[in-house]
């Protein structure tokens, strides 16, 4: 299965496509489109159409996955986010993609087995997780490839993802954290 996680943003749009054999999982392509301040919001908003089609094209995903609008005090930005995403959903409508959005939490929890974890965090285990030696140059790329991953994690078939799924936060009647996250799985420790 290959998919496309996407992380709009008026500025700053991330993406990852990730193709999943088995347990494995393999980054077919990642990076930011990084969009002139300068041009009008349509024209930024038929870049990113543009890029993300040029993308799709070339590593023909089956689904695609975007994250949901973090609602913020100023109302322009969520705006023209909702507009960044609009385009990311109608691009993926017209490419006959089966589509999902996730809540940054639930992307969070599925990724670090924390809902409140840090973008550090979730850039540390999308990159332990993929096997990426080097660090992507905006977290924009790591919360794309993480959203592509929670997709991923969340509609594998049975035991699909499960070798690479961080445990379950609320499961057991211990609350979990960061440390005993790590604690838990020794064999994704870099040192």
């Not at 930005?77 to 940054?104: F, H, M, T």
Request: charge should be positive.
């Amino acid at each position: 299965m290959v998919v496309i996680g996407v992380d709009p943003g008026s500025l700053l749009t991330g993406y990852g496509v990730i193709r999943q054999e088995g347990a494995d999982f393999q980054v077919l392509a990642c990076g930011v489109i990084r969009l002139n301040p300068r041009r009008t919001h349509p024209e930024r908003i038929g870049e990113i159409y543009r890029e993300l089609d040029a993308v799709i094209g070339e590593h023909t995903p089956s689904r695609a996955a975007i994250e949901t609008v973090f609602v913020s005090r100023n109302v322009q930005s969520a705006l023209k986010l909702g507009q960044v995403r609009g385009s990311v959903i109608a691009l993926a409508v017209n490419r006959k993609l089966e589509l999902a959005e996730y809540a940054p939490r639930e992307v969070k929890a599925a990724v670090t087995g924390r809902g409140s974890a840090s973008k550090q965090q979730v850039a540390f285990m999308v990159r332990r997780m993929l096997q990426i030696r080097e660090t992507p140059s905006t977290y924009d790329v790591t919360d794309a490839l993480g959203i592509a991953l929670c997709d991923l994690l969340k509609t594998g078939n049975g035991s699909t993802g499960a070798a690479h799924a961080p445990p379950d936060p609320g499961a057991g009647s211990r609350k979990k954290n960061w440390t005993d996250f790590v604690a838990s799985r020794p064999d994704m420790i870099v040192r």
